[in-house]
């Protein structure tokens, strides 16, 4: 179960975590690799120095839910080769997941942690919960290797995301933070060419 860390961040206010603010640790359970474990964000800071997608969902056995989980899966592999661990989250319970992964042929292919976020206190912490129902809004969170959140993406339930573009953030993101002083333009991939902000591109572009 995660603990209760409102005290931590109380500095955020009702609107919660913002760019370029540092994500607070938590320790949340999980279902992964057929298992229940404990994770903590901060598992991934530090040494390990990994990149997080936090991915948020409203339920399991559910309908755009699993098009989403499944989209995520098999790109599982290109977020990991960019430098990423992706924490998919609903407020579902561990023992909940670990039925949907048996049930399902789109979630069994799920090799990522499920988080269980029962209590609400992460989804809570990241703006996405939806009080009149217990759940979580489709949020989608890049936070850096330094724990400093990136990138938000908050849609509509009634809305699925696209796990290419996600990805794509993602490497935008990466590439700004490992090329000091270059910023990335409409639609970037990598390969593609980037800007460095100055006097000399105003009114140009």
Not at 41 to 46: A, F, M, P, T
Not at 90 to 96: A, E, G, I, K
Not at 105 to 117: G, Q
Request: hydrophobic share 40%; charged share 30%.
């Amino acid at each position: 179960m995660a603990k209760n860390i409102y005290s931590e961040y109380d500095e955020f206010s009702f609107d919660g975590i913002r760019i370029g603010h540092e994500v607070p640790d938590m320790e949340i359970e999980a279902f992964h690799e057929n298992k229940i474990k404990k994770i903590r964000l901060s598992d991934y800071r530090g040494k390990k120095g990994k990149w997080v997608i936090l991915f948020f969902y409203p339920a399991d056995f559910t309908f755009v839910c699993p098009t989403e989980l499944e989209e995520m899966a098999d790109h599982y592999n290109e977020f990991k080769k960019a430098g990423a661990e992706v924490l998919s989250v609903s407020t579902d319970t561990v023992f909940v997941h670990k039925a949907w992964h048996n049930d399902s042929k789109a979630i069994k292919k799920i090799k990522f942690p499920m988080l269980a976020d029962p209590t609400g206190n992460l989804s809570r912490m990241m703006n996405v919960y939806i009080d009149e129902e217990g759940v979580a809004f489709r949020g989608s969170f890049i936070i850096d290797p330094e724990g400093v959140l990136q990138a938000i993406e908050v849609n509509s339930n009634d809305i699925g995301r696209n796990a290419k573009e996600l990805l794509r953030k993602l490497q935008a993101a990466k590439f700004v933070r490992e090329h000091g002083g270059q910023v990335c333009p409409a639609s970037w991939e990598p390969g593609g060419d980037t800007l460095k902000p100055g006097l000399d591109l105003v009114g140009k572009i």
